[in-house]
């Protein structure tokens, strides 16, 4: 079983619709992270999580909000879509108990669509 | 603010070639950096990092990488590289101590031709 899953894999939805992603990890993680991947521009950190009770905002977090409702369980939320959000989605986990900090394991990817 | 600059955005190479794929950083601070690979339609996996020591670096799947503090750069290399190896590249940096978000660079599509 991955170790960090996303659901829904795939979306499509109109503008203005409230939209969520969700993530959750079995690696027993304490950091988890939201980033988006366009065409062209890498990836770029949306909000990130140290734990559930610290939650940061990111390179580009205009636009959306996120929950931490349990350690291994992180989502994104996109309030009223558009189509500039249109765009890959990856959920990342990093464990900083280890002091080998910041190797990041990535979540298969939601691929949102936004019309 | 560190950045991480990735020279190419596109690298076609013939099978068994051996490959360079370039990444220059900037930052103020010590840093720490990785390679991450993305498989056609996968998240991304981490090929190898450099925290200290050794600047020369190996990874998985026959690459390496060399930590040039001087160039400030973290070049991706392999001597011999495969079909398999068709995937996007990324550079990463963070510093030890501070947040320990990871910047990444725009990314290299490898792709390796029969």
């Known amino acids: 079983d991955a170790d960090v899953t996303q659901t829904p894999r795939n979306r499509i939805t109109k503008t203005g619709k409230r939209i969520m992603l969700e993530c959750s990890q079995t690696k027993g993680h304490d950091r988890m992270y939201w980033y988006r991947q366009d065409p062209g521009l890498g990836l770029r950190l949306i909000y990130y999580s140290f734990d559930v009770k610290d939650i940061n905002k990111g390179e580009i977090s205009d636009g959306y909000s996120v929950s931490r409702q349990a350690q291994a369980k992180f989502s994104l939320s996109l309030e009223s879509a558009i189509p500039n959000q249109t765009a890959l989605y990856f959920c990342a986990t990093s464990d900083a108990g280890t002091g080998v900090t910041d190797t990041q394991y990535f979540g298969p990817g939601t691929r949102l669509t936004v019309l | 603010a560190q950045s991480v600059t990735q020279l190419d955005s596109q690298v076609p190479v013939f099978e068994e070639a051996p490959v360079e794929l370039r990444c220059n950083y900037s930052s103020s601070v010590s840093v720490y950096l990785f390679w991450y690979v993305q498989y056609p339609n996968q998240g991304l996996q981490l090929l190898l990092k450099y925290l200290s020591g050794s600047t020369l670096v190996k990874g998985i799947n026959g690459f390496e990488a060399e930590f040039n503090k001087s160039q400030t750069s973290f070049h991706l290399r392999k001597p011999s590289v495969h079909i398999s190896d068709t995937a996007e590249y990324f550079c990463?940096?963070?510093?030890?101590?501070?947040?320990?978000?990871?910047?990444f660079g725009k990314g290299t599509k490898l792709t390796v031709n029969p």
């Open positions: 990463a940096v963070s510093s030890p101590g501070g947040s320990e978000k990871l910047v």
